[in-house]
């Protein structure tokens, strides 16, 4: 059973549609980030959530923190192509870090 | 510098061969990680150090096998790999004692093993 469930797993939209991932878990988390990963790349930091609740917008990508603390959502407003990639939540709890099972995102033009 | 370079960015090595990824980084962080990835899959955890100090090994088989020689460097010592371990292998470096320990990672070593 994996820590972070991501939904949904594969996801091709149209250049100018908006769309939601999610990444679910049972555990509670003081903090969770999400990371954007390019073919060929490895993932970029988008940005860190601490407090239950919260909301953190980086241009067109809008981040929301559960209430509970243990669940994050990522929604997208008017894909663009450069959007394209593999989509990470990721946590560290216990000394460790995890990651999320990832969602990939084609924007197609 | 908020930049963690790796070398080679490709590698094709045979598997009776011996070869070496490097990976560096010059932002103080104090922890540094390998990761093992397959295609649209998430980073598997192989290593971490801390503080210089290998502190999580995740049953990695011995084929692989991992040096910190500083603070800024990390190497992963391949040898006798099979097919199946073809893979990007990514490093990262996250500071310790922060509420969040994020990752900076690198650009990745594209490993085909024939």
């Known amino acids: 059973t994996q820590l972070l469930e991501q939904s949904p797993q594969f996801l091709s939209i149209q250049e100018g549609e908006n769309l939601t991932v999610y990444c679910n878990s049972s555990?509670?988390?003081?903090?969770l980030q999400w990371y954007r990963q390019e073919p060929g790349e490895g993932p970029v930091l988008l940005v860190t959530v601490v407090t239950g609740g919260e909301v953190k917008k980086l241009k067109r990508l809008t981040f929301q923190f559960g209430d509970a603390r243990k669940d994050s959502s990522l929604h997208i407003t008017a894909a663009q192509p450069g959007d394209t990639g593999l989509y990470l939540c990721a946590v560290h709890t216990g000394n460790q870090f995890y990651f999320g099972t990832g969602t990939s995102l084609t924007v197609i033009p | 510098d908020t930049e963690v370079t790796q070398t080679p960015k490709h590698l094709v090595m045979g598997m009776t061969n011996k070869k070496s990824l490097k990976c560096e980084q010059h932002?103080?962080?104090?922890?540094m990680y390998w990761y093992k990835q397959k295609a649209k899959k998430p980073p598997e955890l192989m290593f971490v150090y801390s503080y210089e100090k290998l502190s999580i090994n995740e049953s990695v088989p011995s084929r692989f096998s991992p040096e910190c020689p500083n603070s800024s460097l990390l190497n992963l010592h391949l040898h006798a790999l099979q097919p199946e371990d073809s893979a990007l292998y990514l490093c990262a470096s996250s500071p310790l004692g922060t509420r969040s320990y994020e990752q900076y990672f690198g650009p990745g070593t594209r490993l085909t093993v024939t």
């Open positions: 932002m103080g962080h104090r922890a």
């Open positions: 555990s509670v988390f003081s903090s």
